[in-house]
Each structure stands twice: as structure tokens, then as C-alpha cells.
């Protein structure tokens, strides 16, 4: 029995990631909030006029909001694909529904969710400070997996070598006992909720080295390593495909098993933020995310469901 994605796209055919090209079926729509808007956890100013334009336009409302307006879900670049996956098969069964998925970040979710300018916030990254008294709803898990070319040699890393290729201690791979060559080194933005989760759970005190080059978003990270067999990046483990290789760290690979049982040490959660707890359409979605069918769809995609 085919699966609701997999009915989705037997039905629909082949769905294409740009904007506004998945075919026949529900659309989802893509304003976007931009990436690189802001450096630093809070958002800057083109951002927060960016928020009131769509207040203004009706784009991002309530959930008190009819059907004929978009339900908005807004904020991190690594819940935003598997957001949108959820969203054409909530569409396809429910056609008078539309669902505007939009990235930004994660601290750019939260802040659109606590000011009322997005139905969820959508966020990789733990709650923080007064960050807390948002509604959260854990949707899944999901592991941040180191990632270097197919090419490189290396399989297995441990948190520490990790840190020090990061802050930058270690330049080279001849370290790692490979050839020598400089290391380069693929970092997410500040504010995203992978680079806090990474600088969390593998840098502690330590800051990672300005001389990384910045990307602001999982996709580039990955294209960008896919196409270098000197580079090392870290991207949502649910991301990774055979243009990239995950590494083992500490011997433990960022299987699905090992991000389940946390024995994979780079685990987090995704979460869906809102101001108040859904209700109406926004509800309705929120119920099918966490009931067996969009549980199946996260786990088609490679993440870990919390059902």
C-alpha cells in the first residue's frame, strides 16, 4: 500500500523545486521571507518590514483566518522542504486549502510566530529565553550530519577533531592523515537553528572560524561540498544524498536508528512554534503533521517522527 507521498506523486507525476511548478496538483506557495535577511539571532529591519508588507497583503493571518486566505508556516531553511512536502499532500486532500510556505530561518520562524505574522514558526533550534512561552510541537527528529565529498577517505570523525577543524585549530587534512591539502571549511549563518544546534552540540565554548565561508541555507551547503573534494560542511542529516558523503562521528553513523535512539550524538528536534495553541484550519494541519499520515510523509523524507 502506497504511502500518502507516494500516492501524491503517482497521482501528480514528478513535483519540481522550483516556485510554482508542481504540476497539476496543489501548489505551494512561496513567497519567502529571503535568505541572509539578518545576522545575529534577531532579525533586522528589512525583515521586519518584510513581515508587515505580508501582514498588509493578507499572506500571513491568524488562525482565526477562513480557508480562502493561506495558512503561512515560516522559518527554517531545514524544516522548510519537509514543510513543504507536508503541504502538497495536505492540499492535495484538502483543495480549498492553501498553505504558504516560506523560509528565513529559524530565528526569523520564531519571531514571525511570537508577533503574529505567521500561523507556526518553524524552527531547528531549542526555544531560548522568553522564546519559551510560544507554544512548541516537536514534529520530528533529526541529526546534523558532518558531510565532505564522496571522494575524501575519510569515514569516521570524533566531536573533538570536529572542533578543532571548525575553530579552525586544524587547517589541513593531512592531520586527519590524508593528503595534504587545506581544509575547506562550509558553515551555516548566524541565526540559523542547524549552525546554533552545531555550535551546541560540537563547538561549546568555542567560535567557529570567520575564515568558513557562509551559506545561508542547507541546499548550498550541500552543492557546494558536492562540488568540492577539499570541503567539509554540516547539513539537516534528512538532507543528505549520494552527491555528499555523511560522516560517522565517534564511529556512529546519522541513521535513522541512531537519530531514534539519540546514539547518534548530533540529534535535535524540528519544531512547529505558535503564538497560542492552533485551532481552526491551522489546527487541522497541525493534527495531520502529527497523526500517522504526516508521521509517514517526515519519515519518507529521511527524518525521525516523534509518533
Known amino acids: 500500500m502506497l504511502n500518502p507521498l507516494q500516492a501524491l506523486r503517482e497521482s501528480q507525476g514528478s513535483t519540481h523545486a522550483q516556485t510554482g511548478a508542481l504540476g497539476p496538483g496543489p501548489r505551494v506557495w512561496r513567497r519567502g521571507l529571503g535568505r541572509g535577511f539578518y545576522r545575529g539571532r534577531w532579525p ?24 480562502s486566505r493561506p495558512l503561512c508556516v515560516a522559518g527554517s531553511t531545514s524544516v522548510q522542504p519537509f514543510a513543504e512536502k507536508l503541504a502538497e499532500v495536505y492540499m492535495h486532500r484538502h483543495p480549498g486549502v492553501r498553505i ?15 508577533h503574529g505574522a505567521a500561523d507556526l514558526g518553524a524552527s531547528s533550534r531549542e526555544l531560548l529565553g522568553e522564546e519559551k512561552k510560544l507554544v512548541e510541537l516537536a514534529i520530528a527528529f533529526d541529526g546534523i550530519a558532518v558531510i565532505v565529498h564522496p571522494s575524501n577517505r575519510l569515514t569516521t570523525i570524533t566531536l573533538a577533531e570536529i572542533r578543532q577543524i571548525f575553530s579552525g585549530a586544524v587547517a589541513d587534512w593531512s592531520a586527519l592523515g590524508l593528503p595534504p591539502h587545506a581544509i575547506h571549511l562550509i558553515t551555516r549563518e548566524e541565526g540559523s537553528g542547524t549552525r546554533e544546534a552545531f555550535e551546541h552540540l560540537v563547538m561549546g565554548k568555542q567560535e567557529i572560524t570567520p575564515a568558513a565561508l ?18 567539509i560542511g554540516y547539513i539537516s542529516a534528512g538532507l ?5 558523503k555523511a560522516l560517522a562521528i565517534d564511529g556512529v553513523l546519522p541513521t535513522r536508528d541512531n537519530i531514534k535512539t539519540h546514539t ?44
Open 100 to 114: 504558504d510556505v516560506q523560509g528565513g530561518g529559524s530565528s526569523a520562524g520564531i519571531y514571525a510566530a511570537t
Open 214 to 231: 557562509v551559506q545561508d541555507s542547507n541546499g548550498s551547503v550541500r552543492e557546494i561540498v558536492a562540488g568540492d573534494p577539499h570541503s
Open 44 to 67: 533586522g529591519l528589512a525583515l521586519i518590514a518584510t513581515l508587515l508588507v505580508l501582514l498588509v497583503a493578507g499572506g500571513c493571518k491568524s488562525s482565526s483566518q477562513t480557508t
Open 240 to 244: 543528505v544524498d549520494d552527491r555528499v
Open 264 to 307: 547518534y550524538k548530533l540529534t535535535r528536534r524540528f519544531l512547529f512554534v505558535a503564538r497560542a495553541a492552533p485551532a481552526g484550519p491551522c489546527k487541522d494541519f497541525v493534527d495531520f503533521v502529527l497523526g500517522p499520515d504526516g508521521q509517514g510523509v517526515l519519515e519518507t523524507e529521511g527524518l525521525v517522527g516523534v509518533k
